[in-house]
């Protein structure tokens, strides 16, 4: 892994409820390289693809990363809403010149069936994208080596590693031994408390912390990838922090930054 990667500010960490506009000027005053989107951030923010382009790279903060697929697991999951948000997110990819999306499956599902529902996404996506697959521990992808036996007979099939997940996973820089360090796409830098919450999703979904804030090693986790050899698309930011986002866009965006920079400055990989 290379300083290479740009810093990319996720969604999630500046909250659900911030413009376009916000979101763009908040990223670009941190000094974050780019932001993510979700569809619903797409959906709600009420300019054409062209328009979108043109303010997130007047601020020099170009849309790098969107999300998220979920509910594929089986066609009874894949109502109508889902297959439009899949339809949206696969437009948002090409519109915005992104070649990888971020995928989970939260349902609990016997391997083979998560396996081949895992394929018919990707071939929904198409060749020119690809997939990327982030294993949650309280999932039915909870940890890298399930990721792995879903995603890796798919070409176009990669890997998100986040480090909260990572964290509560319980995994070791050697569980990466196995996986091919060109099919890891994304990391997600954050960090997590010192004890887990009950339910673990709702730590993963409002407590996590600023990376090297907290107790999951997220230095030690960019060195092993690093030393596996990974070089990600983005880096990417992931503080999904109910009380960062209750101080307000700007101070979500400056906190994980300086984060997040202190981490690879810490790792030497900036």
């Known amino acids: ?36 989107l979700r569809a619903e951030n797409y959906w709600d923010a009420d300019l054409d693809d062209a328009e979108m382009r043109a303010l997130a790279e007047q601020h020099g903060v170009p849309i790098l990363e ?6 594929w697991g089986t066609e009874a999951h894949r109502d109508q809403a889902q297959r439009t948000k899949e339809q949206t997110v696969f437009h948002m ?7 990888h999306l971020n995928a989970g499956l939260l349902e609990k599902l016997p391997l083979d069936v998560m396996t081949d529902a895992f394929a018919a996404l ?45 964290a509560r996973a319980g995994q070791q820089p050697g569980d990466l031994a196995e996986v091919p360090a060109e099919r890891i796409v994304s990391v997600q830098l954050c ?39 990974v070089a990600p698309a983005v880096m990417a930011v992931e503080v999904i922090s109910d009380e960062l986002v209750a101080r307000g866009v700007d101070v979500a965006a400056q906190v994980t930054a300086d ?7 810490r790792a030497a990989l900036a």
Do not use: K
């Open 259 to 265: 984060a997040a920079r202190e981490v690879l400055a």
């Open 122 to 166: 990707c071939e929904r996506a198409g060749p020119d994208l690809t997939v990327a697959l982030e294993f949650m521990p309280y999932s039915g992808v909870p940890d890298l080596a399930t990721a792995w036996q879903v995603v890796q007979r798919m070409p176009n099939g990669g890997l998100i590693i986040d480090n909260w997940h990572w």
């Open 191 to 229: 960090d997590v408390r010192a004890e887990p919450m009950d339910p673990l999703r709702a730590e993963s979904l409002g407590h996590r912390l600023p990376p090297g804030h907290g107790y999951g090693d997220t230095v030690g986790l960019v060195r092993a990838l690093a030393a596996h050899g």
């Open 66 to 71: 969107v999300e998220y697929l979920t509910a």
């Open 1 to 36: 892994m290379t300083d290479a990667a740009p810093l990319v500010v996720s969604s999630y960490t500046l909250g659900t409820e911030v413009s376009f506009g916000d979101r763009v000027r908040a990223a670009a005053t941190a000094g974050f390289d780019g932001i993510g």
């Open 93 to 99: 990819a090409r519109a915005f010149g992104v070649r």
